[in-house]
């Protein structure tokens, strides 16, 4: 028996007026995994418990089997198992997002953030970007100070360490839920409830500053990444060819390290995880999976879906259990792009589930797939939500007959689960 995952980053919606009121997902055309829905189970399931963050970090936990009340330390340090980025004990990790700020002389608080991602800058140019700073005498001193390293990586998700770290009390705000909004009341600022000390994060050699005076560096940090960045040559490079400047960083999805039950244990088999993003490739690694890379595989819509789809064939013949993630649908919705939206959703059915169920079929294989989105990223917001996504599991040795289609309002009629770490046994049939 072969087990299939296939997860569509918050591809999942609301209601969509320029649609007719129709979400994404029952707009788009997807007729295979329709027709998966239509003799499979559909329903809805909760992968964002509150009060943790409805995001990916959250969601994907869920999603590979791991409660997130119970093992969810923060984004980055997932991230870092991906990136074979080392975390010792004190260490503390956060997200170091490429964006866009409001160009102009008005005062760092008073720009907007434009792109989370800017521009979804990757390769050289982003690698380009983290070197200018850490190049840069006083970028370099006042990251020393703060003891922490931030490694160049060729996308826009940089991630940094901060040894002896203390984040306990400091509000961090992801700014792909903020665009378009001044940054000033985004900035990472002490909580209103008193700094305590001890908390996760926390190291002997720093608790005994206010949690003020620690989220002052961040924000720090920050101001002076802008001075820097805006006129940089690579910006201004950027800027000549028509695309979106790399003028600030954005820190954000702190954490410390974590270790998650090994897979094999938990379910009998091993198995390979096929994505773009560390945070999917890290939680992968962490329960005990291979992470496979494909070249061109972006993130964005103009990923390498052929690449993916063989990727992730070739692991079907080799391991009982693979995970293949699609970002596309996310990163088009934080854009802003609808029309991109809906044509990752599209590609998502004809260029990778269709081929491979069909490659399955022919080759005589049983298998059970799981189809969901992680979380709901909203049109009407370009950020994400945390009610229930709808699943789809799909047995190629039955048929529910139960007729219909897979979007959220066909999610809602069906079984409702309110732990969204659960649906992976069901997958496993285990319950």
Known sequence: MKYFLVIGDGM???????????TPLEYAKHP?????????????????????????????????GCDPLKY???????????????LRAGDACYRCNLVTMESGSMPYEEKRILSHSAGSISGEDAKGVVLALTADPEFAAALRKARMEIPPVPTFRPLAV??????????????????????????????????????????????????????????????????????????????AAGKMPANGIWFWAEGTALELPDFKEEYGC??????????????????????????????????????KMEAAWRKLNEFDFVCLHLEAPDECTHNGDLPGKLQSIEWL????????????????MEY??????????LTSTRGHDGDPVPYLIFDSRADTGRGGAYNEPEGLKGPMELHGHRLLRKLFEME
């Open 270 to 307: 091993g198995g390979a995880v096929v994505s773009a993003v560390p945070i999917c490739h890290g939680i992968g690694v962490l329960r005990g999976l291979e992470m496979v890379e494909v070249e061109g595989a972006t993130g964005e819509i103009d990923t390498n879906f052929e690449g």
């Open 162 to 239: 901060q040894h002896e770290g203390d984040f306990s009390g400091i509000r961090f705000i992801p700014p792909h839920d903020h665009l378009g909004e001044k940054c000033g009341p985004l900035l990472p600022q002490a909580e209103a409830a008193p700094d305590a000390a001890g908390t996760p994060g926390g190291a002997a050699g720093t608790s005994h500053r206010s949690a003020a005076d620690r989220a002052a560096v961040f924000t720090g940090l920050q101001k002076l990444a802008n001075r820097i960045l805006e006129h940089h040559p690579l910006n201004d490079a950027r800027r």
């Open 12 to 22: 999942a919606d609301n209601p969509v007026p320029s649609l007719g009121n129709r």
């Open 72 to 86: 969810f330390t923060g984004r980055s340090p997932m991230e870092a198992a991906a990136l074979g980025i080392p």
């Open 32 to 64: 295979v995994i329709d027709s998966l829905a239509a003799r499979g189970e559909v329903g809805s399931v909760v992968n964002c418990p509150k009060p943790l963050p409805a995001g990916s970090e959250t969601a994907i936990l869920s999603i590979f």
């Open 368 to 377: 059970r797939i799981l189809l969901l989105s992680d979380h709901k990223t």
């Open 349 to 364: 059915d004809s260029r990778l589930v269709a081929p491979l169920v069909r490659r399955m079929d022919e080759a005589g």
